[in-house]
């Protein structure tokens, strides 16, 4: 007689989309401490006719802040469309495609340019690449 057990891994969804947003911020931080002190590259923008200089605090608040607006539309769709994860992966490439806008505008020189589109492609990576795999399919949904 063998018994056969249903052997998935529990999923604890909070927590693995927690560690997504811990990561990002982590990374963008880590790309922001080779660019700037390491590097020595000024990541200066201008914000309308100020000129800004983004430090840790920025990347860290805007990289935790845009995880986190990932995993509440990621949520909010999962609630709402059978097919959230790839609604979802369609809607964060595109935002972050077009974030891509204001690092090579409003960057002051071109090492402040492609260093504020590499902070970009990073969070926008790491939030896609982890949220994406958290994403609940329609069938663990029911």
Known sequence: MSVQLDVRPIRV???SRL?????TV?????VWAILAPVAGIDLEAMQGS???H???GSVFFASAAMAFAGWGLLAFLERRSPNARKVWTILAV???????GSPLVGGVGI????GLASLHLI???TVILGLRRTALSATERC
């Open 26 to 30: 982590v990374a963008a931080l880590a």
């Open 50 to 52: 100020r000129q800004i």
């Open 123 to 125: 969070v926008g990576a």
């Open 19 to 23: 560690a997504v947003i811990g990561i």
């Open 54 to 56: 983004v430090g840790a």
């Open 111 to 114: 090492g402040a340019k492609l």
């Open 94 to 100: 595109s935002a972050c495609i077009l974030s891509l």
């Open 13 to 15: 969804e909070g927590r």
